[in-house]
């Protein structure tokens, strides 16, 4: 009988390292605009590294909150390239990571971390380039008991992340992208891009068409004084 709860899976499927690369480019509220907004964190969870944006192949863990013996096992299975993403329910009681993980982590190549929780020994993040998106920050350290699973779909930030998506992560937040629809989102938010440079260069010449914006609120019955 499987021990459900407390189980390690394997990460089987990863995308192409060119698809990566693609959305190395690409900010996320262009990402998020065309997966109409309903596939990124919420704002609590943000940036804790100093700079750095965070592309990669997400590599899901599920903990019970203020335990991080899960997280640790994930950090000796992922490999470089991959993004160990933790929902520990947004408990902030305990950190679930700290500088001794950060160090193996970039040691072992691992692009980064999103964890719906907190963190500890913040200067070290801030001091690099490291990426690493939590929650907040506390002094109190994890437990190591478990439950905890790795592999299997979470919620993190009201985000849903399948293992093996792809997670990108900047100033603005982060997005997991579904792998079986990543070809199209990059060239949907490329295409957008695009668009949104030509904008740019008609407000600055003056051209810029600003009709929309009474036509939209005429369609909703606007009364005009």
Request: net charge negative.
């Given at each position: 009988?499987e021990n ?6 394997t ?9 990566l690369?693609?959305?190395?480019t690409i900010?996320?509220?262009l990402?998020?605009d065309?997966?109409?907004r ?17 592309v990669?192949t ?9 335990d991080?013996?899960m ?6 299975m992922a490999?470089p390239g ?6 520990a329910?947004?408990d902030?009681?305990?950190?679930i990571l700290?500088?001794?993980m950060?160090?193996?982590a970039?040691k072992?190549?691992i692009?980064?971390?999103?964890i719906?929780?907190?963190?500890r020994d913040?200067?070290?993040f801030?001091?690099?380039d490291?990426p690493?998106y939590a929650?907040?920050?506390t002094?109190r350290?994890?437990y190591k008991e478990?439950p905890?699973?790795?592999n ?8 849903i992340v399948h293992?093996g ?6 100033e603005?937040?982060?997005v997991a992208v579904p792998l079986?629809h990543a ?5 949907l938010?490329s295409a957008?891009?695009?668009?949104e440079?030509?904008m740019?260069?008609a407000?600055?010449?003056g051209t810029?068409d600003?009709?929309?914006v009474?036509e939209?609120?005429r369609n909703?019955?606007?009364?005009f004084?």
């Amino acid at each position: 009988m499987e021990n459900i709860g407390f189980r390690v899976f394997t990460l089987d499927m990863r995308p192409e390292k060119n698809l990566l690369e693609r959305f190395k480019t690409i900010a996320t509220p262009l990402i998020s605009d065309n997966l109409h907004r309903l596939q990124g964190t919420h704002s609590d969870i943000r940036p804790m590294h100093k700079s750095g944006k965070l592309v990669g192949t997400a590599f899901t863990v599920k903990t019970r909150a203020g335990d991080n013996l899960m997280v640790h096992k994930a950090l000796d299975m992922a490999e470089p390239g991959d993004v160990i993403v933790v929902d520990a329910g947004g408990d902030m009681t305990q950190a679930i990571l700290g500088e001794i993980m950060l160090r193996i982590a970039e040691k072992n190549g691992i692009a980064g971390f999103v964890i719906d929780g907190a963190i500890r020994d913040s200067v070290a993040f801030l001091k690099r380039d490291y990426p690493c998106y939590a929650k907040g920050v506390t002094h109190r350290g994890p437990y190591k008991e478990g439950p905890g699973e790795i592999n299997v779909p979470i919620t993190l930030g009201n985000m849903i992340v399948h293992p093996g998506d792809i997670i990108v992560g900047d100033e603005d937040g982060v997005v997991a992208v579904p792998l079986a629809h990543a070809e199209e989102i990059v060239e949907l938010a490329s295409a957008q891009e695009k668009k949104e440079q030509g904008m740019f260069t008609a407000i600055e010449d003056g051209t810029i068409d600003r009709s929309w914006v009474n036509e939209a609120l005429r369609n909703k019955g606007c009364a005009f004084q």
